[in-house]
T-cell receptor, first 117, second 111 residues
């Protein structure tokens, strides 16, 4: 499968614990995005990378959230001191990133479903 | 910032009939409008998109129209089939970063 992959697919944790999710984009895609989706809602933008540079962060991304893309390939999203309100589907997407200043199709991964007890 | 409103939230149509989903956006600088289909428990998948320099685009049974003056765009599905049942999201983007999604329309195709 050459699409976007995410691990783990499901995560159950206790309030206050730290969790880390991984996203592997489509090979050679320069742009990588993280979104959060709660039940009955559309995906909400969290943050975005162009290669290894994190270019934008939503105000939804509190200081408990951190994302990295150290080598410009895979990315990790860490949530520290999880809260019940963090329960959601965390989606990763990637796009080629070859057209400067123009939005390209974003291809989504299957998501990581987080449940904070 | 950009805001995308989507209607209706739920839509039921008889198999073979047409379905129309409407969206409005707030930022006139938006120039890219994708539509995603999401089946239960699965990832959002792009079904069609349109850019602001085009008024209409069609792909088999699916068409999208864009009215830049009114800042609204619509998805039209003709000859609906059971496999069209899903949640559909409209979205808008200003530049090469985030996409802002609507809240989704749950489409039911009735036998």
């Amino acid at each position: 499968d050459t699409g976007v992959s995410q691990n783990p697919r499901h995560k159950i944790t206790k309030r206050g614990q730290n969790v880390t999710f991984r996203c592997d984009p489509i090979s050679e895609h320069n742009r990588l995005y993280w979104y959060r989706q709660t039940l009955g809602q559309g995906p909400e933008f969290l943050t975005y990378f162009q290669n290894e540079a994190q270019l934008e962060k939503s105000r939804l991304l509190s200081d408990r959230f951190s994302a990295e893309r150290p080598k410009g390939s895979f990315s990790t999203l860490e949530i520290q001191r999880t809260e019940q309100g963090d329960s959601a589907m965390y989606l990763c997407a990637s796009s080629p990133g070859g057209l400067a200043g123009e939005t390209e199709t974003q291809y989504f991964g299957p998501g990581t479903r987080l449940l904070v007890l | 910032g950009e805001n995308v409103e989507q209607h209706p939230s739920t839509l039921s149509v008889q198999e073979g009939d047409s379905a129309v989903i409407k969206c409005t956006y707030s930022d006139s600088a938006s120039n890219y409008f994708p539509w995603y289909k999401q089946e239960l428990g699965k990832r959002p998948q792009l079904i069609i998109d349109i850019r602001s320099n085009v008024g209409e685009k069609k792909d088999q049974r699916i068409a999208v129209t864009l009215n830049k003056t009114a800042k609204h765009f619509s998805l039209h599905i003709t000859e609906t089939q059971p496999e069209d049942s899903a949640v559909y999201f409209c979205a808008a983007s200003i530049r090469d970063d985030k996409i802002i999604f609507g809240k989704g329309t749950r489409l039911h195709i009735l036998p």
